[in-house]
Nanobody, 119 residues
Framework: QVQLVESGGGLVQAGGSLRLTCTAS????????MAWHRQAPGKQRELVAT?????????NYADSVKGRFTISRGSARNTVYLQMNTLKPEDTAVYYC???????????WGQGTQVTVSS
């Protein structure tokens, strides 16, 4: 089992920055990748960024956030960050941390943190 706790959300003006933190506990040896997703009101949850745990330099981003968001891992290896720069009102959503297991179908989720970008 893996437990995930997100923090760092809040209210920011357009053009500003926020850094989200996901702190994981439990059996992280079974985790293949970490990801951030978001869900805006009335919309489906979408994948924002992923980082592979075995090759931390391997990252992927949604086209909508490329060049503005950066996913990274902390030195403690149980922490994942999402640095969000040049925020736009359309980035407003609940952001969720996701741990993807090496075993197919195994996935863990945090409770989410609200990010609101005002225009």
């Amino acid at each position: 089992q893996v437990q995930l706790v997100e923090s760092g959300g809040g209210l920011v003006q357009a053009g500003g920055s926020l850094r989200l933190t996901c702190t994981a506990s439990g059996n992280m040896f079974s985790i293949f990748a970490m990801a951030w997703h978001r869900q805006a009101p009335g919309k489906q949850r979408e994948l924002v960024a992923t980082i592979h745990t075995q090759t931390p330099g391997s990252t992927n981003y949604a086209d909508s956030v490329k060049g503005r968001f950066t996913i990274s891992r902390g030195s403690a290896r149980n922490t994942v960050y999402l640095q969000m720069n040049t925020l736009k009102p359309e980035d407003t959503a609940v952001y969720y941390c996701n741990a993807i297991g090496a075993t197919a179908g195994v996935s863990y989720w945090g409770q989410g943190t609200q990010v609101t970008v005002s225009s």
